[in-house]
């Protein structure tokens, strides 16, 4: 049997895509079967997230995370390497190292389709090469930042991680929920604003989703009102966040987008939150429509699960924030902090650590905060700490099983009761806007797409169990999905609609015909006619990937009642931390505990980048 039918029967066994398999055909023949082996595996890594694939797990072992191994030993055993990986790859003309204009890069032992490798190497130059230091007057910077923070007995991070960033072309701050990433870049804004000699700024927020945009407007609006500015201070300062895709002037049916290095960005100082969610791809644009002169600063936790595509630029980065910062680093944010700061060990990337900060205090969850206490448990893989969280009875989170056809009745009715006020709200034809917060309080998440603990499967067992209690009235859904009360999330971009993967709207008629309502950035709502919008589903259950961006009073995570690869440590804590005052957990122990000490992997050669 060729390996061309192979990767075929592969598949149609829903091991591959038709994608991986067409990609391995193109890149090499029959007559070179282990060529087209790993170009498929290459690909198909490609698609569950990761940047490359090292010679190593080129075995039966790995293929397909040990599904289907004796198929999985006939591709390999047909792929028939007389030598070994490296010399195999290396005589199609379709591989080459760094030089060379080939499908695929073999860069030492890690194979990489060339479009990951080159977005790699421009991303590692970036925040390697590119980070400047920036010369100010310390003597002006001690007294704003003197200004701006209050003096604490105990080093304040947040100072130290403003320090960093005024000081550095390309700055990444890292922290927690409650750790003070917005109330931090206000008050770095405002001293960049008093440090700039009246010269104005152009300074730009954006994050990766509207939703994500939204909460950047509202709370960075906010700390911005408590500072001690004066009028024009404060009319330098940006009132609004756009997405990442607005930014960069994506055009509708196009991968093209209108900034890029032949026409960079106008602005001086870019601020990105939520930069967990970035993924390799994007930064890479980011970056590279960038001018030469402006700062980038980047806020998000490291800890969250990594980009739904490929990469986990943050993760790896940060990789380093713990290392410390160099001698000279450490004695230049000491002498503009006040604070005594230890310097690190080694030289092992510091240009990059020296750009880095963590945040370290939460200041939203305390001792008394059940909440803040399982997030620290489940990022520790403390499966024991996380029993005792549960047994000591706090009020903010409860956990049912879900094991039984009953365990899984109540899940459903209890999610019916957390989205009644919104819809109860709708029957009493209030503003758009009234409904939309009422309905953004509660948000059931999942980990899966499909089955009855995935996305689809949950969002028609919810629909039909409001049916039930008359909170919305569905028409024959074959004849049409929409109904009065319909949440949907945006899952394809329209730059010309100003909507965006990952937007939340509802379906409300307001008199004038059924028009879906959402919340922009700005603040303002907007509606569009239900026939104009791009790709969409329907939303009262979501996965956790998509809520990245988000908070909500009351989130509810329900876990699959089979442990699946994708339930992680980080899908379990970036679920935990959307919750603001209430998390409802809905789960078997077993999977929640497996997941605990499962930490998802994300295969890239960054961190090697900048050794």
């Not at 950047?216 to 895709?245: I, M, V, W």
């Not at 509708?252 to 100082?269: E, F, I, K, M, T």
Request: one cysteine or more.
């Amino acid at each position: 049997m060729k390996m061309s039918e192979l990767l075929q029967q592969a598949v149609e066994q829903k091991l591959l895509r038709a994608l991986d398999a067409q990609f391995a055909m193109i890149i090499a023949g029959d007559e070179q079967p282990a060529v087209m082996l790993a170009a498929a595996l290459v690909s198909h890594d490609a698609g569950e997230g990761h940047v490359c694939i090292p010679l190593s797990r080129l075995t039966p072992e790995f293929c397909f995370a040990g599904r289907q191994p004796d198929f999985a030993e006939q591709l390999f055993s047909l792929a028939a390497l007389k030598s070994g990986w490296r010399e195999a790859l290396l005589a199609s003309e379709a591989v080459s190292e760094h030089e060379g204009a080939t499908p695929l890069k073999l860069i030492g032992e890690r194979l990489y389709l060339n479009r990951m490798w080159q977005n790699e190497v421009s991303v590692a130059r970036f925040f390697g090469e590119e980070n400047r230091a920036i010369t100010l007057d310390g003597t002006q910077v001690i007294h704003v930042l003197n200004q701006l923070f209050e003096p604490m007995a105990d080093i304040d991070w947040q100072k130290v991680a403003a320090a960093v960033a005024l000081t550095r072309r390309i700055s990444v701050i890292s922290g927690g929920p409650g750790t003070g990433k917005t109330t931090t870049v206000a008050k770095l804004l405002a001293a960049l604003v008093q440090l700039s000699d009246d010269k104005p700024l152009r300074i730009q927020l954006a994050a990766p989703t509207g939703k994500a945009a939204a909460r950047l407007t509202e709370s960075l609006g906010s700390a911005l009102r408590r500072l001690p500015l004066d009028d024009a201070q404060k009319a330098a300062l940006p009132n609004d966040a756009c997405t990442l895709h607005r930014l960069l002037g994506a055009q509708p049916n196009s991968q093209r987008l209108r900034y890029h290095a032949g026409n960079p960005l106008h602005l001086d100082v870019l601020v990105v939150d939520e930069a967990s969610m970035v993924d390799l791809p994007m930064m890479a644009k980011l970056i590279n429509a960038m001018p030469a002169h402006a700062r980038v600063i980047f806020l998000g936790d490291r800890d969250q699960l990594a980009s739904v595509e490929a990469g986990a630029v943050l993760g790896d980065i940060c990789h380093f924030v713990t290392r410390g910062y160099s001698p000279e680093r450490a004695a230049e944010l000491s002498h503009l902090t006040g604070y005594s700061l230890p310097a690190g060990e080694g030289s092992q990337a510091s240009v990059l650590r020296d750009g880095l900060c963590l945040l370290q205090k939460s200041y939203r969850f305390d001792s008394k905060s059940g909440i803040g206490q399982l997030a620290f448990a489940v990022n520790a893989s403390d499966v024991k700490q996380a029993r005792e969280v549960f047994s000591k009875g706090f009020g903010d989170i409860s956990k049912q099983p879900l094991r039984e056809t009953e365990d899984y009745a109540r899940m459903i009715a209890d999610t019916v009761e957390g989205y009644r006020p919104y819809l109860e709200l709708m029957r009493s034809h209030v503003d758009p806007a009234v409904i939309l917060d009422a309905f953004g309080r509660y948000q059931l998440l999942c980990a899966l797409r499909e089955g009855p603990f995935g996305v689809s499967g949950l969002n028609n067992r919810i629909e039909l169990a409001l049916i039930q209690k008359r909170l919305i009235e569905r028409p024959n859904p074959t004849v049409s999905r929409w109904y009065n009360g319909r949440p949907i999330m945006i899952s394809r971009n329209d730059s010309s609609l100003g909507l965006f993967n990952g937007d939340i709207g509802i379906a409300l008629d307001m008199g004038e015909g059924l028009r879906v309502w959402f919340p922009m950035p700005d603040g303002n709502i907007k509606s569009v006619q239900p026939s104009r919008l791009p790709g969409h589903e329907t939303a009262f259950a979501m996965t956790v990937h998509k809520s990245q961006g988000s908070e909500f009073e009351h989130a509810a995570l329900v876990l699959p009642n089979q442990y699946t690869a994708v339930v992680t440590r980080e899908l379990v804590y970036t679920a935990i931390t959307r919750a603001r005052n209430q998390l409802s957990l809905y789960a078997d122990d077993r999977v929640l505990e497996k997941a605990i000490v499962t930490k998802t992997e994300r295969r890239s050669g960054l961190m090697e980048s900048f050794s």
